[in-house]
């Protein structure tokens, strides 16, 4: 973010040295760190809100996307039809063979 090295950053720590004395400095330190946490909190809330917005917005435009496909609907039908067909039960047409099985044997061949 900010381009300062190791010599601008002692300079900086001499000058509060000399400006704000001994007995203070470690309390403005304290107050600076609590501070700089503060705002870096903030700033990550901010950007985290501005994501969740961001990736609500592309949703929103994906799904309308997808509603504005005209055979979409017609897809889910078709499916929804064949699931409906193949749960119906199969009826098996009548044949010689199950007739064979379903008539009573003539009375005469006893």
């Given at each position: 973010?900010?381009?300062?090295?190791?010599?601008?950053?002692?300079?900086?720590?001499?000058?509060?040295?000399?400006?704000?004395?001994?007995?203070?400095?470690?309390?403005?330190?304290?107050?600076?760190?609590?501070?700089?946490?503060?705002?870096?909190?903030?700033?990550?809330?901010?950007?985290?809100?501005?994501?969740?917005?961001?990736?609500?917005?592309?949703?929103?435009n994906t799904?309308?996307?997808?509603?504005e496909a005209?055979?979409?609907?017609?897809?889910?039908?078709?499916?929804?039809?064949?699931?409906?067909?193949?749960?119906?039960?199969?009826?098996?047409?009548?044949?010689?063979?199950?007739?064979?099985?379903?008539?009573?044997?003539?009375?005469?061949?006893?």
């Amino acid at each position: 973010m900010f381009d300062i090295g190791f010599w601008e950053l002692a300079i900086i720590a001499v000058v509060a040295l000399l400006v704000i004395g001994p007995e203070r400095l470690p309390r403005v330190a304290r107050t600076a760190g609590l501070w700089l946490g503060r705002a870096r909190h903030f700033v990550s809330t901010v950007k985290a809100d501005i994501d969740r917005e961001i990736a609500a917005d592309e949703l929103k435009n994906t799904l309308s996307k997808q509603a504005e496909a005209p055979g979409l609907y017609d897809i889910v039908e078709d499916t929804r039809r064949a699931i409906q067909e193949t749960q119906q039960p199969v009826v098996e047409p009548p044949t010689e063979k199950n007739e064979a099985v379903t008539k009573k044997p003539n009375d005469a061949s006893r």
